[in-house]
RNA sequence: UCCCCGAUAGCUCAAUUGGUAGAGCGAGUGGCUGUUAACCACUAGGUUGCUGGUUCGAGUCCAGCUCGGGGAGCCA
């Protein structure tokens, strides 16, 4: 009487005939007045639960089966049989079910057998992992987690556990989260009246990170192919369905490498870890296929197939001017391009991800690489259908006097990044480099149109419950 | 942060011009059935987000607040 997973007994690697012990959480109850009950019990291992058969000979059945509702967890032994009904292959005919925990009120229990929206389970965001959906995106998740650490591991990148905590604003975009032991309402001042950070615990101001990037090109200018993944932070106040304050950024870095490097390395990334989702969770993308978004299998099979396009931003420029579209933010050379602009881009005048690359050096950071013809940095931008942005990465300056020149440019005091100007001052080299967004890379793979669904636990502004 | 929309039963939503609060699902009870979005009948379930205002009377009108959604900005 061994245990087993519900995910091994569908799949067909359990014996028909075998004595099976299955713990799980019930789903659904229906009687039969022929003397027995059906129980749908799920323990997650898969999107579908095991059917357990539970005759009414079981000596609690009349006390206790016939009061199972949805949620309570329970271990079921009994013979793995071949279903007599449709609908599934196997189910267990069970010869004893323990009830572990009951649900205190079913009348009350948030996770009701029956449709939710996923505003009300965002509320309910400690039980949401009970629902399909929710379960689907928690294995989609981790496969694709596994397969970013697989495609780097197998393409000789050493992932670099780049720090939490930062001490400095280093790219000089985006608000942080303060970090400080000092106590708010009493705060040390300077004899000027300032808050004195001598006194806090790292000796001076620090804040929870916006990038891995500038400690992981350190590593990358002696390991060669370096990436982070892990958590990151803004302390912007975005309220959106494609923004969170924490979420999970994923940064390769190469060296003796070119923005045209970067931009294979990024394509070959994507497709290598959309394969793996489409063979490793074929029945979760099933569901979203089903419920969440018709094309969601189609448009991965999509992008995995077709080559990305690539487009100078000078191009870009000159395709929205032609488009005969009217945007409500204006297309000129050397503005931005706007949501509009890239939805027109990615959606409509290609049709398949798109990588922007090159553009005007007075919209981009310091670091990106400044182009010969004086007026543009290696910068690009992958834009995917539906979700826009999803990495926006460039080849790094790698040339001390250009770089300092462009920090003097931008306005940024030069003494913090003393550090990251050794770096070219002692063997530099052209490398190059990303970031994608973990969260956004789920939502395109899933459909899922918030997110806040694609997190366990989301952090927003005015939200960090649980 | 800006613009628009919303908040009514456990959940999803109704409620004419301001006039006694309704349904479906879920839950409970009974019936029926190797069932599987089960089906049929009955029952219970409400300080209409909060605070104030207008009115004989407010779910409905007005103001402020809180929270949620969509769009924008910022970006990944």
């Known amino acids: 009487m ?5 995910v091994d007994a569908l799949a067909g690697r359990v014996p028909v005939g075998s004595q099976v012990t299955v713990k799980g959480w019930i789903r659904t109850r229906r009687d039969s007045k022929a003397g027995l009950s059906f129980l749908t019990v799920h323990d997650g291992s898969c999107f579908d639960p095991i059917q357990v ?8 059945y009349e006390d206790e089966i016939l009061r199972i509702t949805a949620g309570c967890s329970v271990i079921v032994q009994g013979e793995l049989v071949e279903s007599q009904g449709k609908g599934q ?21 948030p996770i009701a057998a029956k449709r939710h929206t996923f505003e009300y389970l965002r509320e309910v965001a400690h039980l949401r ?28 990148f050493a992932w670099i556990h780049t720090p939490i905590i930062t001490a400095s604003d280093c790219e000089g975009a985006g608000e942080m989260f303060g970090v400080s032991t000092l106590d708010l309402v009493n705060l040390p001042r300077t004899e000027e009246g300032a808050i004195d950070y001598a006194e806090d615990f790292f000796g001076r101001p ?17 390991l060669t192919k370096v990436y982070t993944f892990g958590p990151t932070f803004r302390a912007e106040n975005s309220n959106t369905p494609r923004h969170l304050a924490e979420f999970w950024m994923i940064e390769p870095e190469i060296a003796f490498a070119d923005l ?16 793996a989702l489409l063979e490793e969770r074929s029945d979760d993308m099933a569901f979203f296929e089903k419920r969440i978004e018709p094309d969601a299998i189609k448009r991965l099979e999509m992008f995995i197939e077709s080559s990305f396009e690539r487009m100078e931003y000078g191009d870009a420029i000159e395709a929205l001017k032609k488009s005969g579209k009217s945007f409500e933010f204006p297309v000129e050379w050397g503005r931005d391009l706007q949501t509009e602009h890239e939805r027109y881009l990615t959606e409509e005048y290609v049709k398949r991800p798109v990588v922007v690359m090159n553009y005007p050096k007075q919209i981009k950071p310091f670091y990106m690489r400044c182009n010969d013809d004086g007026r543009t940095v290696a910068a690009m931008d992958v834009l995917a259908p539906g979700i ?32 990251y100007r050794d770096l070219r001052r002692y ?17 395109y793979a899933t459909g899922m149109a918030n997110i806040r669904d694609v997190i366990p636990f989301p952090r927003t502004p005015k939200n960090a419950e649980f």
């Open 427 to 443: 063997g530099t080299v052209p490398h190059a480099g990303f970031g994608l967004g973990f969260e956004r890379t789920i939502q």
């Open 206 to 222: 620090a804040y929870l990170t916006v990038s891995g990037q500038l400690d992981v090109e350190c590593y990358c200018q002696s």
């Open 2 to 6: 061994s245990q087993v997973m519900v």
């Open 53 to 60: 058969v539970a005759p009414n000979t079981l000596a609690n």
């Open 89 to 109: 292959a196997f189910e267990v005919q069970a010869s004893s079910i323990e009830i572990v925990g009951w649900v205190d009120d079913p009348d009350t229990y």
């Open 260 to 275: 045209n490097d970067n931009a294979d390395l990024a394509e070959d990334f994507l497709k290598f870890i959309y394969r």
């Open 129 to 156: 992992p009970r629902t399909n959906t929710f379960g689907a995106v928690a294995r989609v998740r981790h496969c694709l987690a596994m397969a970013v650490h697989r495609y780097f591991d197998e393409h000789g």
């Open 388 to 419: 826009g942005e999803i990495i926006g990465g460039s080849q790094r300056e790698e040339r001390l006097d250009v770089l300092d020149q462009r920090i003097a440019e931008t306005g940024l005091p030069p003494e913090p990044y003393w550090w």
